[in-house]
């Protein structure tokens, strides 16, 4: 059974109201539409949205093939990702989310994540703290053992995403995995770049995520890699898209054409040039 009804019940029971997984196309292209939306007395209270509702079917899929049990969250908010991952990790699994406490709510976010785990049966610390600075002292705290996986889901600026891996990267064990969120949404790709060169293997992008997520992962077993298969776009599925998006620009430049053409005769050659 879906991680989704029990991550669902414990918001909706402490009064909150989701909206998740919209289609931005049905909402005017706004691109934010699939993100998670938590409100609270018609009032939206994450500043800084959850990950998509596909995302955590996404991580639901990936922790069932590959069951990690000591996961490090960079960016908390509310919590919605710290919980998503709890619930799809296995039973006795050790989480610990980290929040700066910038976004308005955060800070309030970091109690509610605690005291909604502990009614879930996680075992989840919601901490405050600044990545990088605040890693080496967690890690020394709660896993003195390692990391099998990290959600960067923090500050979305280039160098800071670097940072973020080169803080977790001497910790994280084999089979292991960081994956971030808002790679393609936030521009992260140069830092995607830089955390390649250094780690000596690009992060592999993960096209079908809504954020357009990256995964930079070791040793994984074959059925976790089938599930990064599934949400990442081949070269020749790519070209496909491509070619349907080209069509599809150039039919509504056609109809566009054929309009001014038809409302002023002769202008049409103006608007092409
Ligand atoms: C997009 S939100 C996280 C959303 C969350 N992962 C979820 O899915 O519900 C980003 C969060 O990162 C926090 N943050 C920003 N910079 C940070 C840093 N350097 N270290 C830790 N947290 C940071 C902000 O306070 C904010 O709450």
Not at 7 to 32: K, Q, T, V
Not at 50 to 62: D, N, P, T
Not at 197 to 221: C, F, K, N, V
Request: glycine share 10%; with cysteine.
């Amino acid at each position: 059974m879906t991680l989704l009804p029990r991550l669902l019940a414990a918001y909706r029971a402490r009064g909150y109201e989701i909206a998740s997984g919209l289609n931005p196309a049905h909402w005017d292209g706004f691109d934010l539409a699939p993100f998670t939306w938590l409100v609270k007395d018609g009032q939206s209270v994450t500043n800084g949205l959850g990950i998509a509702l596909g995302e955590v079917i996404f991580l639901e899929h990936l922790l069932a093939a590959w069951p990690a049990r000591r996961i490090l969250v960079i960016g908390n908010s509310f919590g919605w990702s710290a919980l998503a991952l709890g619930l799809a990790a296995p039973h006795g699994a050790r989480l610990v989310a980290l929040d700066a406490g910038l976004d308005p709510f955060s800070e309030e976010g970091l109690s509610l994540t605690e005291d909604m785990a502990h009614e879930l049966g996680l075992h989840v610390r919601a901490v405050k703290g600044f990545s990088p600075q605040a890693v080496p002292a967690l890690m020394a705290e709660h896993f003195p053992d390692g990391l099998d996986l990290v959600f960067v889901d923090g500050l979305h600026t280039v160098e800071q995403v670097e940072k973020d891996w080169r803080a977790v990267a001497p910790f994280l064990a084999r089979p292991g995995a960081v994956l971030f969120h808002d790679v393609r949404n936030c521009g992260l790709e140069p830092g995607m770049a830089a955390v390649g060169a250094a780690a000596g293997q690009m992060p592999r992008l993960l096209e079908a995520t809504a954020s357009g997520m990256a995964i930079l992962a070791h040793d994984l077993p074959p059925e976790a890699e089938a599930v990064l298969d599934a949400y990442s776009l081949s070269e020749g599925a790519r070209a496909a898209v491509e070619a349907g998006l080209r069509w599809r620009r150039n039919r509504r430049w056609e109809r566009l054409k054929r309009s001014i053409r038809k409302r002023w005769p002769g202008r049409d050659q103006k608007a092409a040039g």
